[in-house]
């Protein structure tokens, strides 16, 4: 860990706690800040904040009272899901003061190069292959990021020798200052957050800052295929590196069955044993980072024809008399279903259902065509049943849940048919995580043996 001087006595506010808010109030405390921590949750409550009161830090919880800034505040540190118009990040931006995310305070400490992976769809799929490649490849790198290790905690284990493997969200990337990755890698820009961001345009905004402190000699892996990304890229110093699953680029591409980076074969396409399209653009994305970073194609073979899924993401569980079920309770929305779907050509007994948004489910119509059974629960039940109809699917069957969804699924299905657990909806109307709900799927096919 680089020790900076930077925040020696300096007051900054730690808002919103959590683990990355607790990890970063730490952080800047044994880096000699006056810390100043606000949280909602009441400090009776609140095991997290009473442990950094009782380490000298000023702690004030139950609220957001604006009297915070009564006193001179240097700068920032927000939880990155703490909107804008929170009335303490509105103060501060009021006042000319630095609204930060724990990602900038990584950066700052850490002594190893990173490689950023932000997008609508893939991040963390892209961001686990990257890190296993580069695992098996001898390049030592650090998992952090969105994908459940808080960066500032990586970062203070990380040495020249490793490589910060890193996801990044639009809210994380909100907040950053100097952050400046060597590799950044955009997936993907599809509606999402608009409730946080406001418009298409201030999302993407937010996911280009990945790019906005490169320069030519850092790279953007950025995915040609996508228009919106195709513009962001303008404004970049970087050194573009395109990767398609349309055609041949200066980058990572397929041709004639196999998988390519610039004029060099890595490996054949039907020795990848991940399903999916759209993880086949989440492979190149991999590939070429791991390329940029001298990784060996033995090392991308290995990861390639071993990796099967992360869990809750596409993730194979088990095959039973010869029907294959796959977990992908991640998929919290319509876009990622139409993804599930269309990773497979065999017949599709579809597990969909939950939360209740307000939205319908027309726009799931046209990827439908190979789903022969339909098994719905929870609250948006009766909207699947209704395209469902539409569709023309001749079985569709309410239950109470996922796990009764699994027995029913079973005995609906027939030799070569996919079992696929992908609700089009968030799981909170009956549980409290996706997490959670995937869980109780694979338990409940394991039942089933």
Known sequence: MKHIDFYKEKNVLVLGLAKSGTATANLLHTLGANVIVNDRTP???????????????????????????????DMV???????????????????????LTEVELAYQISEADFIGI?????????????DEMLKIGGKSPLIAGNIGKVSVEVAQQATKTNIMVTELSSFQLMGIDSFRPKISVLLNIFEAHLDYHGTLEEYANAKAAI??????????????????????????HATIIPFSVTGKVDGAYLKDGGVYFKEEKVMDVNDIVLPGKHNLENILAA?????????????????LTTFTGVKHRLQFVDSIENRRFYNDSKATNILATQKAISAFDESVILLAGGLDRGNDFDDLLPYLKNVKVLITFGETAEKLIKTAEEAGIKEIKRVDNVEKAVPVAFEMSHDGDVILLSPAC?????????????????????KLK
């Not at 540190?77 to 931006?93: Q, R």
């Not at 590939?287 to 990861?303: D, H, M, S």
Request: glycine share 8%; charged share 25%.
């Open 43 to 73: 400090l009776e409550g609140n095991e997290q904040a009473k442990e950094l009161q009782s380490k000298g830090m000023e702690v004030i919880c139950g609220g957001h009272p604006l009297s915070i800034f009564d006193q001179k505040i």
């Open 287 to 303: 590939i070429a980072a791991a390329k940029l970073v001298g990784t060996e194609n033995e090392a991308i073979q290995k990861v």
């Open 118 to 130: 932000t997008g609508s769809n893939g991040k963390t799929t892209t961001t686990t292959l990257i």
């Open 77 to 99: 540190f927000k939880n990155p899901g703490i909107p804008y118009t929170n009335p303490l990040v509105e103060m501060a931006i009021q006042k000319g003061i630095p609204v």
């Open 426 to 446: 968030a799981s909170w109307d009956q549980y409290k995580t996706f997490e959670q709900r995937g869980d109780i799927f694979i338990d409940a096919v394991h």
């Open 211 to 236: 790019m906005k402190n490169q320069t030519k000699e850092d790279f953007a892996v950025v995915n040609a295929d996508d228009d919106v990304i195709m513009e962001m890229i303008k404004h970049s």
